[in-house]
């Protein structure tokens, strides 16, 4: 198994560009999450899917930043446009939901995003 | 709502002593999941173990161990005779309990094992 694959690695890019991160779950995974890690808030939750539908976006900083999940094999959070201030990893993961319990997620390898 | 505090942030001990990272929790449910991820200087984010607040028995993987008490709402972590590699930032985390729960992370605990 591949585990859960993101996309780019790292990022750089300057304030005011669009940013596209991309992320691909562990096949058979049916629940998707996206999580921003800095060193003042630590590890946020900014959104997640269950079978391609979000059901939490509470945590994603303002609009600015949207995601979507066209399929159960492929989601994308972007940025536009990005400031400075929006510098972080973000970590996709995933986990199957099918036992209907709380399960341990599996993380991506992040995208390392600077915005100069 | 569902929190949870890892009041340590740094730890930096001796190689093979003993070390352990505390993680206290707040939720309504009575029914929920406890998690501990390690988070090595490579950045990926390793799952280490999952409890359900039904199981209070601690456990124990090699030189890993963990203490969950209900009753103070702790899920301490124990590494015995710490090794270099155990090195990390580790997190506590806090999940619901159906299938559309999320996990709610502490912020971390950045342990420094020195030779």
């Known amino acids: 198994d591949a585990g859960v694959i993101q996309s780019p690695r790292h990022e750089v890019t300057e304030m005011g560009q669009e940013v596209t991160l991309r992320c691909k779950p562990i096949?058979?995974?049916?629940?998707l999450f996206w999580y921003r890690q800095t060193m003042m808030r630590g590890l946020e939750l900014l959104i997640y899917?269950?079978?391609?539908?979000?059901?939490?976006d509470s945590g994603m900083p303002e609009d600015r930043f949207s995601a979507k999940m066209p399929n159960a094999s492929f989601s994308t959070l972007k940025i536009q446009p990005s400031e400075p201030r929006d510098s972080a990893v973000y970590f996709c993961?995933?986990?199957?939901?099918?036992?209907?319990?709380?399960?341990?997620?599996?993380f991506g390898s992040g995208t390392q995003l600077s915005v100069l | 709502a569902q929190k949870v505090t890892q009041a340590q942030t740094e730890i930096s001990v001796v190689e093979k002593e003993d070390v352990t990272l505390d993680c206290v929790y707040e939720?309504?449910?009575?029914?929920?999941?406890l998690f501990w991820y390690k988070q090595p200087p490579s950045g990926e984010l390793v799952f280490l173990i999952r409890?359900?607040?039904?199981?209070?028995q601690n456990e124990i993987s090699g030189r890993y161990s963990w203490n969950f008490q209900k009753s103070t709402s702790s899920f301490n972590f124990t590494i015995t005779a710490s090794q270099v590699v155990d090195s990390a930032v580790y997190f506590c985390?806090?999940?619901?309990?159906?299938?559309?729960?999320?996990?709610?992370f502490g912020k971390g605990i950045t342990l420094s094992v020195r030779p």
């Open positions: 993961a995933s986990r199957s939901t099918l036992r209907g319990i709380s399960e341990k997620l599996f």
């Open positions: 096949s058979g995974h049916n629940s």
């Open positions: 899917f269950n079978n391609n539908v979000p059901i939490d």
């Open positions: 939720t309504r449910d009575t029914t929920y999941y």
């Open positions: 409890r359900n607040s039904f199981d209070e």
């Open positions: 985390a806090l999940s619901g309990p159906g299938a559309n729960s999320k996990l709610t």
